[in-house]
């Protein structure tokens, strides 16, 4: 109840218009469908246990800019890129973590169901964070921007940071 407060409070405040529009969908994708030229948003990697980690693929040329919600040294953008340099780069990017396992590609739709851009995520061995997917990420578009929400899923936090997610006042 309380991380979805936060999450609503965040979404109202700083004049956010996005609090009831719907996230967009995200589907698997193949390598071979990321052609063109790409803007590379590199979220998180701060340090050597960073998990809370993502690429996203800004397509260049469409009517979409991808911003994260996030200050702006918790990620890097890398302009001009082909498909496969932002791919490369993305893969390196997610894949450093001693449990990494594998990355998944998906393809980041807007509301028509055009592909606005990929991401890439990093997916750890079951075994040490009790799940693959360790991240909630979430793009909504306010005025041809899509705005990106990543955190870390409330159960791993709890494992990483302690605590039982309740206030104890």
């Known amino acids: 109840m309380g991380f979805t407060l936060?999450?609503?409070?965040?979404?109202?405040?700083?004049?956010e218009t996005i609090a009831l529009s719907k996230p967009l969908e995200t589907k698997d994708a193949?390598?071979?469908?990321?052609?063109?030229t790409y803007t590379l948003i590199l979220y998180g990697g701060r340090h050597g246990n960073d998990i809370e980690t993502?690429?996203?693929?800004?397509?260049e040329g469409d009517k979409y800019t991808f911003e994260p919600n996030a200050p702006v040294f918790d990620y890097r953008i890398i302009t001009g890129l082909s498909g496969k340099e932002a791919l490369?780069?993305?893969?390196?990017f997610v894949s450093f973590h001693g449990s990494f396992w594998h990355a998944r590609l998906s393809k980041i739709l807007d509301s028509e169901g055009n592909t606005i851009g990929y991401e890439l995520r990093p997916r750890y061995f079951p075994t040490t964070f009790g799940?693959?997917?360790?991240?909630?990420v979430d793009y909504f578009i306010r005025d041809n921007k899509?705005?990106?929400y990543i955190k870390l899923k409330p159960e791993i936090e709890r494992m990483l940071f302690g605590g039982d997610g309740k206030d104890k006042n």
Do not use: C, P, Y
């Open 131 to 136: 799940t693959t997917n360790v991240l909630d």
């Open 6 to 15: 936060l999450f609503l409070f965040s979404l109202f405040s700083a004049g």
């Open 30 to 36: 193949k390598a071979d469908e990321v052609t063109g």
């Open 146 to 148: 899509v705005v990106v």
């Open 88 to 92: 490369d780069k993305a893969q390196k």
């Open 54 to 59: 993502v690429a996203i693929l800004d397509k």
